[in-house]
């Protein structure tokens, strides 16, 4: 049963902006609350990395490549966590991934292709 499910890649043009959204369906609010997300992002023929995260204690971290350019938040009310990527850069293109971390164990969304043109 879908525990994760990510919307809202695409293509885009080089400096162009998209907005992820990852929503946790099965979750309680206040399970959601508690629990760690984050995105990573796999791209072709590479690991997977992370990309940004947001702690149940509202901590933030980002990579370095994406500094500046992409931002995390979520909405606990509505079990969602979103992923703002603005300047998009074709070394963006990757599948990117819903992340949760919580008592229960960690837990995947299946992905969104994001590409990014030259």
């Not at 162009?16 to 990573?40: E, H, I, K, Q, T």
Request: glycine share 10%.
């Amino acid at each position: 049963q879908v525990q994760l499910q990510e919307s809202g890649g695409g293509l885009v043009p080089a400096g162009g902006s998209l907005r992820l959204s990852c929503v946790a369906p099965r979750n309680s609010c206040s399970v959601f609350s508690a629990s760690d997300m984050a995105w990573y992002r796999q791209p072709p023929g590479k690991e997977r990395e992370l990309v940004a995260s947001s702690t149940s204690g509202r901590a933030v971290y980002y990579a370095d490549s994406v500094k500046g350019r992409f931002s995390i938040s979520r909405d606990n009310s509505k079990k969602k966590t979103f992923l703002q990527m603005n300047d998009l850069k074709p070394e963006d293109t990757a599948v990117y991934y819903c992340n949760q971390v919580r008592d229960s164990g960690t837990y995947w969304g299946q992905g969104t292709q994001v590409t990014v043109g030259q």
